[in-house]
C-alpha cells in the first residue's frame, strides 16, 4: 500500500465526522433563519434563504475539513499511539527512505500501525455545541413565530395627535390605533395604522382601538353624516369596528360634548377598478394564405387580479353581399401570468368554426376581476379578422362603384349576327330586293347599335338615337335647365366657364372613366360595325357578317377585360323655382311661438357662501350660516370634485367662525365645486358728457 | 399794488410828518429845543420805520446753498458720502453720518430756502415727495429695476362666468414663465414673456363675488415673484336680446339657447317665408320698440329688411352685431362696408382655423362642475374638428376695431360705435359646430365678447383697477360728489380726484350719491417693483418737464421777522425815551415859571 492511499484510508473517518459535525451544527441555524425569512417576508424569502445558508455552511464544513491533513494525521498519530515511537511520518509518505534505517523502522511500524483502527482517530461529536446550537435555535424559531406582527395579536397604541389642551376631569385621547383588513380577495394584509386617518380598500374592515385619560364613561366616534358609532370598552381601551364601504369623516369624541371639539379625520374608500382590458394584436388582421387558426391576443390587468378564466365572444360573418349570414358564440378561456397582468390568447381554428373565404371573425374578451361579491365584468376592444374573398378584388381606394359591362349592348351585336346568318340562310329563297331591303333593315339596326357605342364613346353622332337609358331629353322632361343662363357679373380678367354660361353640360361620358385601352378595343369595334352597316346597307350581307362577328369579339374582349367605374355623384337637383314656392296648401301653418326653458344654475347656496366668505361688500365676517351649504354639498355630493373635504371644511368653518386660514381653505374647495355660468353679459358704462359729444360728432358724420 | 409798498408808502409818509412836526416845533422851541436831541428824533424815527417795515416784511433768509443731495430709499453709503452739497436723509434712506435726517423732502426744502437743483441718489423719491420736488432741477441716475413683476393690469368688471385677461409685464427675466392659479390653487394659465417682457393670461370667473387669482412668475422652476390679481365678479340686470334670423336654422337655436342659458331675455324672430314667423311672441320693428332691446343679432336675410329702424337704433344706443348666414351677396356687402367695414378678401366662404385646444389639466380649471343637464365636456386633441367657416371677407379698416380672431390672425369680429350705440360685425358662419364638438366655453366666449362689447351701456358700479398699496396715497378719480369709502372715509374731490390713505389690504368700496367703485389695496410688501417702477416714471416725467424751468428762482422763503421787531422795539422804547426825558431840554419849566410871573 502506497503511502498516499494509506493517508486516504487514515484520514477518511476525521473527515467524515468534521463534516458531518458542522452540518449537524448549522442545520438548527438555517432552519430557525428559514423560519425567519418565512415570517418576516413570507414563503418566497424562506425558498430563498435555505439554500443560501445551506452554500455557506457547507463551505465552512469544506474549510473545517481541510484542517484535517498530513501533519495532524501524523501528529495525532504520534501522540496516541506510543507504539509507533514518533515515526508515522515515514508511513504516510511516498517518497523512498533515505536510509536503510528508515526503511526498517517504516516496516516495523507498518505492521503496528493496524492494531488499531482509523475510526479511533475520528473528532468526537461536539455534543455540547451541538445542543447549545439547537436550543439558540429553537429560541430563535419561538422568537419569530411568537414576533407579534402588525395586525396580530392585540395592537400597538400610538401616542394621540388631537392637539388638544389637557383641562382637569375632562377625559382627553391619549393612545390610538386604527387596524385596517382588507377585503380576502384583494390579498393585502392586515395593517395597523398609528394615525386615525386612512386610505383603505373599499369594503375593509376598520376596527378602532383608543384610550382616553382620565378614563372616559360613553366616549363615541361622531361621523359627520349618519349615526355615531359607540366604543366598547375593552379592559383599558376602548374599541369600535365598522366597514368603510364609502368614504367618511369622523371625529372621536371622549367627552361627550365637554371641553374642546376634537379635529376631524378621513377615512377613504379607494373603489376596486374595473380591469382593463388591452389588444396586444391589431384591430384588423386579414388572413393569410394557408392560414388554419388564428391567435388573437389580450392583455388584461386589474388592482388586485384578473380572474383566470375569462370568456371570449366570437362573431362569424360569413358570405357575401346581401347573403351574409351573422353567428355569435362564447367560448371559455384561460389565461396565463401573475393574477394582476394576465394575457389570453386563444386559439381558434377555423375548421371549428366553419370560418371560410369571404367572411369576418370578430372577437372580443370578456374578462371579470376578482372582487367578492359581485366581480366586475369588462369587454374588451373587438379584434377583426378577414378572409376576403378571392372573387372580389380589393375594392378599396376607388371612389366609384364597380358595374359589370353593359350587357343589353352587346347581346344586340349578337343579334345583329343572328339576323344576317338567318338572312344568309333565306337568300336562296327570297326576292334579291327583298334581300337588300331586309338587309339593309339590318343595316338601320347596325346603325342604331354603332351610334349607341359611339356615343357612349363620346362621340357625337347624327341623328343617331340616343343611349337606352337616355330619354328624349328637352326642357320638358324631369329635371330642369334652369331656363336662360343667369348672366352672372363677369369680372374683367377671370376666367370664364364658357360652357356654364352658354350651354348646360351633360355629365361628362361615361366611357371616359374607361382606361385608354378598352377605349381602344371600343373604338376598334366601332369600327367593324361600321364596315358591317357598309356592307349591310350595300345589299351585302355575307361581306358584313365577318365585320359583325369581329365587332361582337371586341366587345367580348371589353367585357372580359375590364370594368366600367362609374363616378358616383349625388342626384342632380333642380334649381328652385321662385315663382311656384309658397303656392302649395297651406292649411294650418301659422306663425308658431317655440318655448323654450332656460337651464337651472344650481350652485346658488355655494355662491351665496363664497361671498359670504370672501372679502368684498357681501362679506360676513363673523358666523355664516353654513347649513344651506351644507345641505347642497350633500345632495350634489355626486357632481362635486371632493364632497368630503368640503363637508369637512364647512365643519372646520362652523366649530371657528374666525379662523382666517379655515375660511380661506373652504373657499378655495368652493372654488373647485362651483358650475360656470355660461358668459353672462358685463356691461359698458355710458360715456361721460365729452365722450357722449364726440361719439354724437362721429355718429352724425355716418 | 403789493401791500409791502403800500406799507412802505405809508410809513415814509409817516416819517416825512413827523420829520416836519419836530422841525416846526424845534422852530417854535426857539433857544429851549436842543439842536442835538432834534436831530436825534429825526435820525431814530425813519430808523424805527425801516425796522418796522423790515418785521412786517422780513427779508429773505439765504444760507447761500444752492444744491442739495437727497438719500432716497436703498442709497448705498459709497454714493452718499461722495463730497459735495449738504446731504438730506430721507425716513426710507439708512442712516448715513454727515447726512441731516428730515420727515420728507418740503421739510429739507424749508430749512434750505434757496435751494434751485436736487441730485437724487438712491431708488427716487417717492409720491409723498416728487410734488415738493416739482419746479427744482432734478438731477436723478436711475438704477437698474429689480427683476419682478413690472406692471399688472387686473381686468375691470368681470360678468359671472365670463373669461377675463390678466397682462402682466415683466423686468428683467426673459426667460420667466408666468402661472396664473385660481382660488383653488390650480394652475389655470401660464405663459412666457415676448421679447418685450408682455405675457397675457387668461381665467374664468364663476358666481358674482370678489375673487383673488394668484400670479407667479418662476424662473427655472425657481419662485420670483408671487402676487394677488384681484377680479371683481359682478352680476348686472337682465338684458334684453333680440335675435332675428331669415330662415330657421341651427345656428339660430343655438344662439338662442345660449343666450338664454347666459340670463339674457331673449326675443328671437324666425322667418319661414310666406309671413310665416316663428320664434317668440312678434315684436314691431320700430324705433320704439328697439329702444327697449340692449342688443340686437341680425343675420344678413333680415337685415335688408329692417336695416334704416336697425341703424336708427343703434344710433340710439342699442348694440348691433351683424352676421352673416352664409356668403354674402354684393348689396349686403357694400352696406356693411358703409357701415364702416372695409372688406378684404376674395369673398365666398372661408375655412376657419379653430385656436389648439387646451391641455387637459388647464381645461378642466377652467370649467365648473357639470350638471345633468349640461354634464362637463372637454375637447381633446383626438376630437372631431367642427366644420366652421368664415365669410371669405376680414373686416378692416380706420374705423373699425378688431375684436375676435382666429387662430390663423384673421379678424373675426369688429366694432365701430355708431352715434350712441355700435355696431359689430361677426363673420364666423355656423359657429353652432363649436358646441356639439367640446368646444362650448369658446362659443361662449366669442358671442359674450361681441354682446359685451355692443350692448347698450348702462350706469352702475365699475371698478378702478389703479393698483394702490397700503400706507401710500392714491388718487380716486371719476367722482363726481362727495364720496366715502367703505362708509367711513369721506373723500373730498377736487377736479374729480380725490386723494385717499388706505390702511388696509382688500377690497374697498367708494360709494357717491349716485355711483359705486370697487378698488383693491395691495399689501404694502407687494410688487414691489411695480412700485418702483411707477416711482421711477413719476421721476422721468419730472426731470424732462421741469429742466427749462431750473433757472427761474425758487419763490423766496422768508427769513426770521423777530429779530426785527426787536429791533424795532428798542429804537421805539429809546424815541418814546428822548421824547419824554429831560435830555436836551433846556429849563423849559424855569422859563415857563419865569413868564407865569
Not at chain 1, 641 to 664: E, Y
Amino acid at each position: 500500500m502506497s503511502g498516499d492511499a494509506l493517508f486516504a484510508l487514515w484520514i477518511a473517518p476525521a473527515r467524515r465526522r468534521s463534516f458531518a459535525n458542522m452540518l449537524a451544527l448549522a442545520l438548527p441555524l438555517i432552519l430557525a433563519l428559514a423560519v425567519i425569512g418565512w415570517r418576516w417576508g413570507g414563503f418566497v424569502a424562506a425558498i430563498l434563504v435555505v439554500p443560501v445558508s445551506l452554500a455557506v455552511a457547507l463551505a465552512v464544513a469544506r474549510q473545517r475539513m481541510a484542517r484535517f491533513d498530513r501533519p495532524w494525521l501524523i501528529r495525532s498519530l504520534d501522540t496516541t499511539r506510543p507504539e509507533l515511537e514518533d515515526s508515522s511520518a515515514l508511513l504516510f509518505t511516498d517518497e523512498a527512505p533515505a536510509s536503510p534505517l528508515q526503511s526498517l523502522q517504516r516496516r516495523r511500524i507498518a505492521a503496528r500501525l493496524d492494531q488499531g483502527a482509523p475510526q479511533d482517530l475520528a473528532p468526537a461529536w461536539s455534543s455540547r455545541l451541538l445542543f447549545l446550537s439547537s436550543l439558540f435555535a429553537a429560541g430563535l424559531i419561538a422568537a419569530a413565530l411568537l414576533w407579534p406582527r402588525a395586525g396580530e395579536g392585540p395592537p400597538i397604541l400610538a401616542p394621540s395627535s388631537e392637539g388638544l389642551p389637557a383641562r382637569p376631569g375632562i377625559p382627553r385621547l391619549v393612545g390610538q390605533n386604527l387596524r385596517i383588513i382588507p377585503p380576502a380577495y384583494t390579498g393585502l394584509p392586515v395593517r395597523d395604522s398609528a394615525s386615525l386617518d386612512a386610505r383603505v380598500p373599499q369594503g375593509s374592515q376598520l376596527e378602532w382601538t383608543l384610550r382616553f385619560n382620565p378614563q372616559a364613561s360613553t366616549p363615541k366616534l361622531l361621523m359627520l353624516a349618519g349615526q355615531p358609532l359607540a366604543l366598547h370598552p375593552d379592559g383599558a381601551n376602548w374599541i369600535a369596528s365598522r366597514t368603510a364601504d364609502v368614504a367618511f369623516l369622523y371625529r372621536v369624541d371622549p367627552a361627550a360634548g365637554r371641553g374642546a371639539t376634537p379635529p376631524l379625520h378621513r377615512v377613504d374608500a379607494i373603489a376596486d377598478a374595473p380591469p382593463q382590458v388591452k389588444a396586444l394584436t391589431d384591430s384588423l388582421t386579414m388572413v393569410k394564405p394557408g392560414q388554419r387558426s388564428w391567435l388573437p391576443a389580450f392583455a388584461a390587468t386589474d388592482d388586485y387580479g384578473v380572474a383566470a378564466n375569462a370568456r371570449l365572444r366570437v362573431t362569424l360573418a360569413i358570405g357575401e353581399g346581401e347573403n351574409v349570414t351573422f353567428s355569435e358564440r362564447e367560448i371559455p378561456v384561460s389565461g396565463s401570468g401573475p393574477a394582476r397582468d394576465r394575457r389570453f390568447t386563444p386559439r381558434l381554428d377555423f375548421s371549428t368554426f366553419g370560418f371560410a373565404a369571404g367572411g369576418d371573425m370578430v372577437v372580443q374578451l370578456i374578462v371579470r376581476d376578482n372582487r367578492a361579491p359581485n366581480p366586475q365584468e369588462v369587454r374588451g376592444p373587438s379584434l377583426i379578422l378577414r378572409w376576403a374573398s378571392p372573387k372580389q378584388p380589393e375594392s378599396s381606394g376607388l371612389t366609384g362603384m364597380v358595374n359589370t359591362t353593359l350587357p343589353a349592348y352587346f347581346r344586340s351585336q349578337r343579334q345583329i349576327i343572328i339576323d344576317i346568318e338567318k338572312l344568309l340562310k333565306e337568300k336562296r329563297g327570297i326576292a334579291p330586293d327583298r334581300t337588300l331591303a331586309r338587309s339593309a333593315s339590318i343595316g338601320g339596326d347596325q346603325q342604331i347599335l354603332r351610334g349607341r357605342y359611339s356615343q357612349f364613346l363620346g362621340g357625337e353622332n347624327e341623328g343617331a338615337p340616343e343611349l337606352p337609358t337616355a330619354e328624349a331629353h328637352g326642357d320638358g322632361d324631369g329635371h330642369d335647365h334652369g331656363g336662360p343662363p343667369v348672366a352672372a357679373p363677369n369680372v374683367f380678367g377671370e376666367k370664364e366657364d364658357v360652357l356654364a354660361e352658354f350651354g348646360h353640360p351633360h355629365d361628362e361620358s361615361p366611357a371616359s372613366s374607361l382606361d385608354p385601352e378598352t377605349r381602344a378595343i371600343l373604338k376598334q369595334a366601332v369600327d367593324e360595325m361600321w364596315q358591317s352597316e357598309r356592307e349591310l346597307k350595300t345589299g351585302h350581307p355575307d361581306a358584313a357578317l365577318p365585320y359583325a362577328y369581329k365587332a361582337l369579339r371586341f366587345i367580348k374582349e371589353v367585357q372580359q377585360a375590364t370594368r366600367i367605374f362609374l363616378s358616383r355623384v349625388g342626384p342632380e337637383l333642380p334649381p328652385i323655382d321662385a315663382s311656384r314656392r309658397m303656392t302649395g296648401k297651406r292649411e294650418g301653418l301659422a306663425s308658431r311661438q317655440l318655448e323654450i326653458t332656460p337651464i337651472e344654475q344650481q350652485d346658488g347656496p355655494a355662491a351665496a357662501a363664497w361671498r359670504a366668505l370672501g372679502d368684498g361688500p357681501d362679506a360676513i365676517r363673523g358666523q355664516i350660516d353654513l347649513a344651506p351649504l351644507d345641505g347642497w354639498v350633500r345632495t350634489n355630493a355626486t357632481r362635486l370634485p371632493d364632497a368630503l373635504a368640503l363637508s369637512g371644511a364647512i365643519d372646520v368653518v362652523r366649530q371657528d367662525p374666525g379662523c382666517t386660514a379655515c375660511r380661506a381653505k373652504l373657499r378655495a374647495l368652493l372654488w373647485a365645486a362651483m358650475e360656470r355660468p355660461s358668459g353672462h353679459l358685463a356691461r359698458r358704462r355710458p360715456a361721460d358728457a365729452a365722450g357722449a359729444r364726440y361719439l354724437d360728432r362721429i355718429g352724425g358724420a355716418q | 399794488m403789493t401791500p409791502d409798498i403800500i406799507v412802505a408808502l405809508v410809513l415814509t409818509l409817516a416819517v416825512l410828518i413827523g420829520g416836519v412836526r419836530l422841525l416846526l416845533w424845534h422852530r417854535a422851541a426857539g433857544a429851549l429845543a436842543s439842536p442835538v436831541r432834534t436831530s436825534l428824533l429825526l435820525l431814530l424815527q425813519p430808523i424805527a420805520a425801516g425796522l418796522l417795515y423790515m418785521a412786517l416784511f422780513p427779508p429773505d433768509a439765504a444760507d447761500g446753498v444752492s444744491s442739495l443731495r437727497i438719500a432716497t430709499a436703498n442709497t448705498s453709503r459709497l454714493s452718499a458720502a461722495a463730497s459735495g452739497s449738504p446731504l438730506i436723509l430721507l425716513p426710507e434712506a439708512h442712516a448715513i453720518s454727515g447726512g441731516e435726517a428730515v420727515p420728507d423732502l418740503a421739510t429739507a426744502l424749508r430749512r434750505h430756502p434757496g435751494v434751485t437743483s436736487l441730485t437724487i441718489v438712491g431708488d427716487g423719491l417717492g409720491p409723498r415727495d416728487i410734488d415738493a420736488a416739482r419746479g427744482l432741477a432734478v438731477h436723478f441716475d436711475p438704477p437698474p429695476l429689480h427683476p419682478g413683476i413690472r406692471h399688472l393690469a387686473p381686468p375691470p368688471v368681470v360678468a359671472p362666468g365670463a373669461r377675463f385677461t390678466v397682462g402682466v409685464t415683466l423686468a428683467g427675466l426673459p426667460n420667466a414663465t408666468t402661472e396664473l392659479v385660481d382660488p383653488a390653487g390650480r394652475v389655470t394659465d401660464s405663459g412666457t414673456p415676448d421679447k418685450n417682457g408682455h405675457v397675457l393670461l387668461a381665467g374664468t370667473a364663476r358666481a358674482a363675488g370678489t375673487t383673488a387669482f394668484t400670479l407667479r412668475v418662476r424662473r427655472d422652476k425657481r419662485l420670483i415673484e408671487q402676487a394677488d390679481v384681484p377680479v371683481w365678479v359682478a352680476d348686472n340686470a337682465r338684458p334684453k336680446l333680440l335675435i332675428l334670423a331669415g330662415a330657421p336654422g341651427a345656428e339660430v337655436k343655438t344662439l338662442r339657447r345660449w343666450a338664454i342659458d347666459a340670463g339674457y331675455d331673449v326675443t328671437t324672430q324666425m322667418s319661414a317665408g310666406g309671413g310665416i314667423a316663428l320664434g317668440d311672441a312678434p315684436v314691431a320693428l320700430d324705433a320704439a320698440s328697439l329702444r327697449r332691446f340692449d342688443a340686437a343679432i341680425v343675420d344678413d336675410r333680415s337685415w335688408s329688411g329692417a336695416r334704416g329702424v336697425l341703424l336708427a337704433g343703434a344710433r340710439g344706443g342699442m348694440g348691433l352685431v351683424l352676421r352673416p348666414g352664409g356668403p354674402i351677396d354684393g348689396a349686403t356687402r357694400s352696406q356693411w362696408q358703409a357701415l364702416g367695414f372695409s372688406f378684404s378678401g376674395p369673398g365666398g366662404v372661408a375655412p376657419l382655423a379653430l385656436p389648439k385646444v387646451d391641455a387637459e389639466a388647464v381645461a378642466s380649471t377652467r370649467q365648473g362642475i357639470g350638471s345633468e343637464e349640461v354634464p362637463v365636456d372637454i375637447a381633446t386633441t383626438d376630437d372631431y374638428l367642427p366644420d366652421i367657416s368664415r365669410l371669405g371677407l376680414t373686416p378692416g379698416g380706420y374705423d373699425a376695431v378688431p375684436l375676435l380672431r382666429d387662430a390663423g390672425g384673421a379678424t373675426l369680429g369688429a366694432w365701430r360705435a355708431l352715434g350712441a350705440g355700435r355696431v359689430a360685425l361677426f363673420t364666423g358662419i355656423d359657429s353652432y359646430g363649436l358646441t356639439l364638438t367640446g368646444r362650448r366655453d369658446l362659443y361662449g366666449d366669442w358671442w359674450s365678447a361681441l354682446l359685451d362689447t355692443v350692448a347698450r351701456p348702462v350706469p352702475g358700479s365699475r371698478v378702478l383697477t389703479d393698483t394702490g398699496w397700503v400706507g401710500e396715497r392714491m388718487t380716486l378719480c371719476g367722482l363726481t360728489g362727495k364720496a366715502q369709502v367703505d362708509g367711513r372715509v369721506r373723500v373730498l374731490p377736487v377736479n374729480g380726484c380725490g386723494g385717499y390713505w388706505p390702511t388696509q389690504a382688500g377690497w374697498h368700496m367708494l360709494r357717491s350719491k349716485d355711483a359705486a367703485s370697487a378698488f383693491y389695496v395691495q399689501p404694502a410688501d407687494a410688487l414691489p417693483t411695480m412700485r418702483a417702477a411707477r416711482d421711477r416714471q413719476a421721476m422721468a416725467l419730472l426731470s424732462a418737464a421741469e429742466v427749462q424751468q431750473a433757472s427761474a428762482a425758487l419763490p423766496g422763503q422768508s427769513g426770521t421777522p423777530w429779530i426785527w421787531w426787536l429791533g424795532w422795539l428798542g429804537v421805539s422804547a429809546l424815541l418814546w425815551w428822548l421824547e419824554r426825558s429831560r435830555l436836551g431840554r433846556h429849563s423849559a419849566p424855569a422859563k415857563t415859571l419865569q413868564s407865569a410871573m
